[in-house]
């Protein structure tokens, strides 16, 4: 379902809407459409190896002060039983695109979650057309990759040595394969303007994602942009917010990026559109070592903490913690075809 406002609609509502007419619009509208519930998704950060050099990103390739991680087969599926005992019906693997977890690996690591009775959400990058299939076959149900910005020079300036059209083309073939496809943005790129925001969440509604995350972009000391401004998370919930009211039923996470700005910022998100928290299962030093960005939140806490925090701040809002895989439709994505 999708509610379709013209381009200068969608960039008044992003700059000039009243903002608490805005997030109430936003905030009746997600629970029409998707109810009370919150879907929470076990996030495991498995690597930060990564051969790309995002110029926003901590992880990227010429960060040489970053001391470097990777999670063995047997720690990511022990990870990711451990968040299934828990109660987590759909776990997140996310990393820098580590070429290292080849496809045979990965297939065997998806095969052995799979029997967890849970959704998988994989989050690695860019891969071929062969990989995504075999990933899909394995048992993957959902798939995340963000577009970043839909201004393609903005793009190519952010993520040298990396084509636009081909992650599009990328997020194309994951939807054909059948996945549950979510992407998302950033915003307060350096650059950026709110008619390229407004663009992005167009982009998102034309090529019918299930999910998308908007994030704030917050520096890191260590990559080229450390001196930028960075995005506000006020610019961050107005972009959700007018994304919820053109895309009534989709999955909104409130993101972590939203909280490292402030410590309400998932609560504020779930209260303006959001229905999806990615709570970090991650255990031990692997949590600060995944460093996108400075100031991330929970680096010192355990999964279980993690969980009942957020547990207990949902509630405190009078939501609930959803109990079923909490896909688009609230259903999953039919098994692969082979
Ligand atoms: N390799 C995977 C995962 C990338 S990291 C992929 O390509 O999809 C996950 C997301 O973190 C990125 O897509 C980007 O939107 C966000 N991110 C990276 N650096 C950031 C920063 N400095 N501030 C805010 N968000 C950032």
């Known amino acids: ?3 379709k406002l013209e381009r200068q ?17 936003a905030d009746k509208i997600r629970h029409e459409n998707v109810g009370d519930e919150v879907h929470l998704r076990g996030l495991i950060e498995f690597s930060n190896i990564c051969r790309n050099n995002c110029m926003y990103c901590g992880i990227r390739k010429d960060n040489a002060l970053l001391k470097r991680y990777r999670m063995s087969e047997e720690e990511l599926v022990d990870t990711a039983r451990k968040a ?8 997140v693997m996310q990393s820098g695109e580590d070429m290292w977890f080849s496809q045979e690996r990965m297939c065997k690591i ?3 979650i799979k029997k967890f009775d849970v959704a998988i959400t994989l989050s690695i990058g860019e891969r071929s057309y062969e990989d995504y299939k075999a990933f899909r076959e394995a048992g993957a149900d959902r798939y995340l990759m963000r577009i970043e910005t839909t201004d393609k020079d903005l793009y190519h300036k952010l993520d040298p040595n990396m084509s636009w059209q081909h992650r599009h083309e990328c997020l194309l073939m994951i939807k054909e394969l059948g996945y549950e496809l979510g992407s998302g943005i950033m915003v307060g790129l350096p650059g950026q303007t709110i008619e390229s925001i407004a663009d992005d969440l167009i982009y998102l509604q034309d090529i019918g994602i299930d999910m998308a995350g908007i994030g704030p972009f917050i520096p890191h000391a260590q990559t080229p942009l450390k001196d930028a401004a960075g995005g506000t998370l006020e610019l961050g919930l107005r972009t959700m917010a007018v994304m ?7 999955n909104i996470p409130a993101t972590t990026a939203m909280e490292s700005l402030h410590p309400q910022g998932r ?9 999806v928290v990615m709570p970090n299962v991650t255990e ?3 949590r600060r070592l995944y460093e996108l960005y400075p100031g991330k939140i929970c680096v010192d806490d355990t999964p279980t903490q993690c969980k009942s925090c957020i ?6 809002i009078g939501r609930t913690v959803g109990l079923s895989y909490g896909g688009h439709n609230g259903r999953l994505p039919q098994k692969a075809k082979s």
């Open 9 to 25: 609609e969608v960039i008044r509502l992003l700059r000039d809407e009243d903002e608490t007419i805005l997030y109430k619009r």
């Open 84 to 91: 299934a005992e828990m109660g987590f019906k759909t776990i």
């Open 267 to 275: 609560i504020r998100a779930l209260q303006c559109g959001a229905n």
């Open 244 to 250: 919820r009211i053109m895309m009534p039923d989709i």
């Open 110 to 112: 998806i095969e052995q």
């Open 1 to 3: 379902m999708q509610q």
């Open 284 to 286: 031990g030093e692997y």
């Open 311 to 316: 547990g207990m701040k949902i509630m405190s």
